[in-house]
């Protein structure tokens, strides 16, 4: 079933891809997908006595001797999406032979920094991604 849905992920990436009037020069046009969550620990100081105490100084303070830490599901420092146009210099370099880049096709899921991508308002729900920003492809079951 999941295996279905990357397919047609794909095919669709291809409808869109030929639909959409620009071209790009360094940049990958990507669809983000939903963002991925993770689980992570936070800790924080926990108050032995939350009544303030003086110091030899005389300042006063909250002692904070002990830390709790807490699971919290929260959103990846990456993201996945869907490559819907392929720069021009990307496609020049995969046909050098001198470049042995890693093969990015229209369709593919790529791994990228969630900070390092920027939004493309001329085309809804997308975003730009530089080749140098991209740490992985998903790997599809075959």
Known sequence: MEEEKIIDQSQLAENVSEKIQYEFRRMFLVKPLEPVKVKKEFSKPVATDNKAKADKNGVEAIDYDSVETEVKEVDSDFRKGVVL??????????????????????????????????????????QMVSSYDIIGIEKTKE
Request: cysteine-free.
């Open 85 to 126: 146009k392929i720069p021009y210099e990307y496609t020049r370099q995969m046909n050098d032979e001198k470049w042995q880049e890693m093969p990015i096709n229209v369709g593919d899921i790529i791994i990228y920094p969630n900070n390092s991508a920027k939004w493309f308002d001329l085309f809804k729900d997308t």
